[in-house]
């Protein structure tokens, strides 16, 4: 469950995120846009010069002397080209002085990079107020994704309140019984079809169904629709084919015409020959929407009537029927509530908990919402 923790969570980093980039944005301010770029620009400069040389201008080889004399004229450039009333212009000439010397160690260059602190404290503040707007839109995002949790949470609970308004002592098996009855007699019927029936016709059933969005048989994969489709061992049944896959070439030469090819073709293949069942002309429990199930028959029927008897199309018929009884959505929300809800679920309704929580999470929500909006954010 949501507790209004998350709600000042996300509101909370919303606020310190917005409150950090305001003050880096006022300290910069202090000192003026232009001037803080500008001095920044500068450091960055200086600094990139010094990590560039520390290495190759301390020592007292040739190599060293004249690397430090590259350092010396590209710093002293960069300081002469500073403008006169560059804030801290000072610490630039201070870093200047200390790699003013003939011979360079490592200890100079640490107290040229210490005589720039001041001018590195502008830089810092460009990177403080960068840092502070990434912070900000994470703390967007954050809140937004929550927002979508709390949606999904508030549906849930929406439907458990709904399911918790069904009258459990409604007398479904009204509907489950002929549901259950069609679909004990289109497995039977169709277990019989798939013993009957060449793989040849199992594919074609299985190849019209796309079709159809309400009969979902997985298709053929097209090497081996191409096989049972070109060669005469698609006249053989699906449980053959399968059984033939499992003989020896010598036994195998006396059903077919290559042995090699049927058993790469099928037994390759097994997973799929073996999952070819009745699932996709079975209905669900709980049954759906009255317009919904309607549809679902109308494109089932054609591929019933051609597995299994008018026994079996008549019972399909018979749950259609059931849908236009007026008590249809009454006897079908009760059998969705006692198939989906659980002791726990069904206490918590009772116990008034969910209503509660259902108000939390609405809450939390507006709270979040706001945050956003005063932020100039969209949820």
């Known amino acids: 469950m949501s507790t209004g923790l998350h709600q000042t969570d996300y509101v909370a980093r919303l606020e310190r995120a917005r409150e950090r980039l305001a003050e880096a944005e006022r300290r910069i301010d202090a000192h003026g846009e232009d001037t803080v770029r500008e001095a920044a620009d500068a450091y960055r400069n200086a600094a990139t010069l010094l990590e560039r040389y520390v290495d190759r201008a301390t020592g007292t080889g040739r190599e060293n002397f004249k690397a430090y004399v590259e350092l010396e004229g590209q710093f002293a450039s960069l300081v002469e080209g500073l403008p006169e009333d560059l804030e801290h212009r000072s610490a630039?000439?201070?870093?200047?002085?200390?790699?003013?010397?003939?011979?360079?160690?490592?200890?100079?260059?640490?107290?040229?990079?210490?005589?720039?602190?001041?001018?590195?404290?502008?830089?810092e503040l460009?990177?403080?107020?960068?840092?502070?707007?990434?912070?900000?839109?994470?703390?967007?995002?954050?809140?937004?994704?929550?927002?979508r949790e709390i949606d999904e949470e508030i549906g849930e609970r929406e439907r458990l309140c709904e399911l918790g308004e069904a009258d459990l002592e409604a007398p479904v098996e009204r509907l489950r019984e002929p549901v259950g009855s069609y679909n004990a007699a289109i497995r039977e019927a169709f277990e019989r079809y798939r013993h009957d029936a060449t793989a040849r016709e199992v594919f074609a059933l299985c190849r019209r169904s796309r079709l159809y969005p309400f009969v979902p048989f997985e298709r053929p994969p097209a090497d081996l629709a191409r096989y049972v489709a070109e060669n005469p061992a698609g006249e053989y049944t699906i449980p053959q084919l399968l059984e033939y896959a499992g003989y020896s070439r010598s036994k195998l030469d006396h059903y077919v015409d290559d042995a090699d090819e049927l058993k790469r073709?099928?037994?390759?293949?097994?997973?799929?020959?073996e999952g070819i069942d009745a699932t996709p002309l079975t209905l669900s429990?709980?049954?759906?929407?009255?317009?919904?199930?309607r549809r679902r028959v109308r494109e089932l029927q054609p591929f019933v009537a051609r597995v299994a008897s008018e026994d079996a199309v008549a019972l399909l018929r018979e749950v259609r029927d059931r849908s236009y009884d007026g008590e249809y959505e009454r006897l079908?929300?009760?059998a969705v509530a006692l198939e989906r809800l659980s002791d726990d679920e069904r206490a918590r309704l009772a116990g008034g908990e969910v209503e509660a929580e259902l108000e939390a999470l609405r809450e939390e929500r507006r709270q979040l919402r706001r945050a956003l909006e005063s932020d100039g954010a969209n949820a």
């Open 332 to 334: 079908r929300t009760a």
């Open 126 to 147: 460009l990177e403080e107020r960068e840092d502070a707007r990434e912070a900000l839109v994470d703390a967007r995002k954050a809140a937004t994704r929550r927002i």
């Open 265 to 273: 073709q099928v037994a390759t293949q097994q997973t799929y020959l």
């Open 285 to 293: 429990w709980p049954p759906e929407s009255a317009g919904v199930l």
């Open 92 to 123: 630039f000439e201070d870093a200047l002085e200390a790699i003013d010397k003939r011979r360079l160690s490592e200890s100079d260059f640490e107290r040229a990079e210490a005589a720039l602190g001041p001018a590195a404290a502008f830089s």
